[in-house]
């Protein structure tokens, strides 16, 4: 469907820049946030009607959505971007607006997926959880809706009817609930939460790592002591609070950089290079610094190195490793250290094979598990196992080799 700059104007009123058309699919609702608004075509627009048809009925057709820029009114600077879904409500053509997120609309989940073994519910814990549903169940002959009152509707009219009679009369409090669970319900109730207490114990959990900061916080934190100024009634400054020259705190300092910029990964520090090209707020580093790292412990064990970089090659790896796993990029991590084992444990000589046993294996340095990042697909046994040595293709294509010898000389004796 391809609409004129024009054709959008009469339909949607300048309140909205076409961006692109994609399938629904690829604009999934779990990149949506609430609340959902409704636009129809305004009725004292000429022709707004008829194209808005003729757009929904292609877009419903071809199963697509469309992106868009949002401003909510005339001049406004805050605008949104926005999926629009067409339907046809009421035989109304329309569509249904939703706000896109963003990046920073995101936010990373606490526990890890329900997926995954370790965090997968017991037998014991399911059926606790199934007595509870199943206590808060109210019986049918205990309670029927078809013969309950409103207790609320009940009351308007029954004020209503009281007030014809009567224009004194005050309105009654509500009545008690109609229904109320026996006792042995609230025993059953509360026996079954006690065994979910027991089950499912609660942890405060402390924070671990380095933490996010926002610029919002760090403005709250800004208290009036540290602009100790006097006024007076134009709002000239009559004198500073001590005494001396007033100092103004500048509120965007947070946002300023005095650091020198690190835009690469050197050999001399590679570990606080590293953290240093992640930590940049001005831009994203995050593959430049990756890529940096994995290239100098390639170095490190390489023919250039030897034993006396083993140490600097281990804290390289661990801090890839943490780096990775902060920015939810395990995936990257995995595919390095698993082509970092074939290259060590190959027959190359340029990799030195006992850094592998002596470094590796010895500090448990492993893939990241989905316990640990969602994102990936190794589970923890998985991790164990990547850990024992193997031999190489080539080791193992001569090992069957010589079986296949010792077998023909055993035959032939």
Not at 100 to 108: I, M, T, Y
Not at 170 to 192: H, R, Y
Not at 272 to 277: G, H, K, L, R, S
Request: glycine fraction near 4%; include cysteine; aromatic fraction near 8%.
């Amino acid at each position: 469907v391809r609409l004129t700059k024009r054709q959008w104007v009469i339909i949607l009123q300048l309140h909205f820049k076409y961006s692109f058309f994609a399938p629904k699919n690829h604009v999934g609702i779990q990149f949506l946030k609430s609340p959902v608004d409704c636009v129809v075509a305004r009725p004292d627009a000429p022709n707004a009607n008829i194209a808005m048809i003729s757009l929904v009925q292609a877009m419903l057709r071809k199963g697509n959505v469309a992106v868009a820029r949002y401003v909510g009114r005339k001049n406004a600077k805050a605008a949104k971007l926005v999926r629009l879904s067409p339907a046809v409500t009421n035989q109304v053509p329309c569509f249904y607006m939703c706000e896109l997120a963003c990046l920073h609309d995101f936010r990373d989940y606490e526990f890890p997926s329900l997926d995954s073994e370790s965090q997968r519910p017991s037998q014991n814990q399911v059926d606790a959880m199934k007595r509870l549903i199943k206590s808060f169940t109210i019986d049918e002959e205990d309670f029927k809706p078809e013969n309950t009152a409103n207790p609320v509707i009940r009351r308007f009219y029954e004020t209503v009817h009281q007030r014809c009679l009567d224009e004194d009369y005050k309105i009654p409090e509500i009545e008690q609930p109609p229904f109320v669970p026996s006792e042995t319900t609230l025993l059953n109730i509360a026996d079954n939460m006690k065994g979910i207490t027991r089950l499912f114990p609660l942890q405060v959990a402390s924070p671990t790592g380095k933490q996010k900061e926002f610029w919002g916080a760090y403005l709250d934190e800004v208290q009036e002591e540290t602009v100790t100024r006097l006024f007076d009634k134009d709002g000239k400054i009559v004198r500073a609070k001590d005494g001396g020259e007033a100092k103004v705190a500048d509120p965007t300092s947070w946002f300023k950089d005095d650091k020198p910029k690190v835009n690469a990964v050197g050999n001399v520090h590679p570990v606080e290079d590293f953290w240093a090209m992640l930590d940049r707020r001005d831009k994203d580093m995050f593959q430049d610094a990756v890529d940096g790292i994995s290239k100098h412990i390639l170095t490190f064990l390489g023919p250039l190195g030897g034993p006396e970089y083993f140490d600097k090659a281990l804290n390289c790896i661990r801090a890839l490793r943490e780096g990775c796993l902060k920015n939810s990029q395990g995936n990257n991590f995995n595919a390095f250290l698993t082509q970092l084992k074939d290259d060590l444990l190959s027959d190359d000589a340029d990799f030195s094979e006992e850094f592998w046993e002596a470094k590796i294996q010895t500090n448990s340095i492993t893939l990241i598990t989905e316990d640990e990042d969602m994102t990936c697909n190794v589970s923890q046994k998985d991790a164990e196992k990547f850990l024992l040595k193997q031999e190489s293709k080539s080791k193992q294509e001569l090992r069957k080799a010589l079986d296949e010898d010792l077998s023909d000389l055993s035959d032939m004796d």
